[in-house]
């Protein structure tokens, strides 16, 4: 039997890094079902910000909050067999995170979900950095099946909701999949934020 990550065509780990401003999502396969844990940091040896999935399967998703925008980090990704064995470990994958002047679109994105389902959306409202808390974030779905809500709220069936930016800078809506297979957009405006964001939604 055969431990570690699943490969990529180049021979490389497949593993994925998917930085944004303040967040870092890492995904990654195994060869077979375990559970993971992704370190990071500013360097090789300070990698010491740390998350867990204890799920046991072969993929798997780790966000990793706390970073800040436009800095460079190393990631390092550790696998365990169902017995909680370390069986693999990455070398350092390094990554820059994402300046913080605009929407926070999680790069993971598009979400894909089937008919009906739900999911939380959430955004960061940046400002030279630092997290802008008390914007004005409205959430629009244009176009596709899909309805925005409050995310404490179920059974919403509006197509635009506002709401504001926590102390954090992050905003969040709740998402609710129509019966229509397909893309769904979700556009996001600020009044701080001069352009549109958006988010992608599949339905399928």
Do not use: E, W
């Not at 504001?164 to 957009?185: D, H, I, L």
């Amino acid at each position: 039997m055969s431990f570690g990550f699943q490969k990529n065509p180049d021979g490389t780990d497949a593993i994925s890094v998917f930085p944004s401003i303040t967040t870092v999502q890492v995904q990654f396969q195994l060869l077979n079902q375990g559970t993971g844990k992704a370190c990071v940091g500013v360097s090789q040896n300070q990698a010491n910000n740390c998350a867990s999935d204890g799920n046991i399967d072969f993929d798997h998703s780790i966000s990793i909050s706390g970073l800040q925008p436009s800095v460079s980090y190393f990631a390092i990704v550790t696998a365990y067999d169902q017995s909680n064995n370390m069986i693999a470990q990455s070398d350092p994958i390094p990554f820059t995170q994402m300046a913080g002047d605009n929407f926070d679109q999680p790069q993971a994105n598009p979400r894909h979900m089937p008919p009906g389902a739900s999911a939380a959306l959430s955004v960061f409202v940046m400002s030279n950095g630092a997290p802008v808390a008390g914007a004005s974030v409205t959430f629009s779905v244009n176009p596709g099946d899909g309805f925005v809500g409050d995310p404490g709220t179920p059974g919403f069936n509006t197509t635009s909701y506002t709401t504001q930016t926590g102390a954090n800078g992050s905003a969040q809506a709740g998402f609710q999949a129509g019966q229509n297979k397909g893309p769904v957009q979700v556009i996001l405006t600020s009044p701080n934020v001069g352009h549109q964001g958006q988010i992608a939604v599949s339905i399928g």
